[in-house]
Structure formats: structure tokens, C-alpha cells
């Protein structure tokens, strides 16, 4: 039931800025949620860049670290993604992800429809 908007990707030059949004548009807020961020080229496995817990710990990979940052609004129904200094390597398509587990061991997870970033000069 949860629907997750995605909105930011674009073309940007190497060493450029851009900022994801991912919006619940269904209406539910995101504060009992794992958010999350994951991208994905033709041919590879989706790829996880940033998470944030419903406690507010965020970890990023390796790729993307210090130049990626997650971040919640304060009505909890939107989580950005701000990403600086791109590289050609982070174009991919990016997708919000909203995870929470339910007992015993069953993990749910929602998608946005995904946002393409490209970075190239």
C-alpha cells in the first residue's frame, strides 16, 4: 500500500550536484520504515548506496561516501538523496526503497519507479 514517487534525475556534468527526492504519495508516513537508496545498470545487480533506519543511522557504501548524503523532512514522508562531486560512474538508475520486517522473519519492501541519473560531459 505504501507508493513511493521518485523525482530529481537528469544529465550532469562530472563533478556536478543533484538532489533525489522520494515522496509518499500514498499518504503513509515513513518513520517506522528503513529507507533506502539503490541504484542499478543494464546487466548488474541493484546496488545499495545509502540507508537510513527509522532511528535516523544512516551508512552509505564505499563508492558514495562523503559525497553522498540521505536525509528525512521533518513530516516524515519525504527522504532525499543530495549527491555532490558526480562521477561517470554513478550513472545508473536510482530507486527509494522502504523496508519493515514483520515477525517472524518476513521482510517487506516497496520501490519507487526508479529516477535516471546520468553524469557525462
Known amino acids: 500500500q505504501v507508493r513511493l514517487v521518485e523525482s530529481g534525475g537528469g544529465l550532469v556534468q562530472p563533478g556536478g550536484s543533484l538532489r533525489l527526492s522520494c515522496v509518499s504519495a500514498?499518504?503513509?508516513?515513513?518513520?517506522?520504515?528503513?529507507m533506502h537508496w539503490y541504484r542499478q545498470t543494464p546487466g548488474n545487480e541493484r546496488e545499495l548506496v545509502a540507508s537510513?533506519?527509522?532511528?535516523?543511522?544512516?551508512n552509505y557504501a564505499d563508492s558514495v561516501q562523503g559525497r553522498f548524503t540521505i536525509s528525512r523532512n521533518g513530516a516524515q514522508n519525504t527522504v532525499y538523496l543530495q549527491m555532490n562531486s558526480l562521477k561517470p560512474d554513478d550513472t545508473a538508475t536510482y530507486y527509494c526503497?522502504?523496508?519493515?520486517?514483520?515477525?517472524?522473519?518476513?521482510?517487506?519492501?516497496?520501490w519507487g519507479q526508479g529516477t535516471q541519473v546520468t553524469v557525462s560531459s
Open positions: 537510513s533506519t527509522s532511528a535516523g543511522i544512516t
Open positions: 526503497n522502504a523496508r519493515i520486517w514483520e515477525p517472524p522473519n518476513h521482510r517487506r519492501d516497496y
Open positions: 500514498s499518504g503513509h508516513m515513513l518513520g517506522f520504515y528503513d
